[in-house]
């Protein structure tokens, strides 16, 4: 994907994801469904962040993706796909 937008482009949003705020205090007010979905070799935000962060949430539901890093959609889109499936089956069930 940063080939597509180019250095500079790339540059410019990763100091954007780095400058944003931060926001997780807001996270504990969460009231809807929400999947943590982790890749197991994430090194941008590995899994004790993960955990971390989901732990901030009262309705999450956190999962990890072996032999998958950061770019999940990339590395394991059919993974990730049978994984979203699964879980809005769920959510659809419950209110069923």
Do not use: K
Request: hydrophobic share 45%; aromatic share 6%; glycine share 4%.
């Amino acid at each position: 994907m940063w080939r597509e937008v180019g250095p500079v482009a790339y540059a410019h949003q990763c100091r954007a994801v780095r400058d944003r705020p931060d926001l997780r205090a807001y996270l504990r007010d969460l009231r809807i469904p929400v999947l943590v979905a982790c890749g197991r070799e994430d090194q941008v935000t590995p899994p004790p962040r993960a955990r971390a962060l989901a732990r901030l949430i009262p309705s999450a539901q956190l999962v990890f993706v072996e032999r998958c890093g950061h770019l999940m959609p990339l590395e394991r889109p059919n993974e990730l796909v049978a994984l979203l499936r699964q879980w809005l089956d769920a959510r659809e069930s419950e209110h069923a």
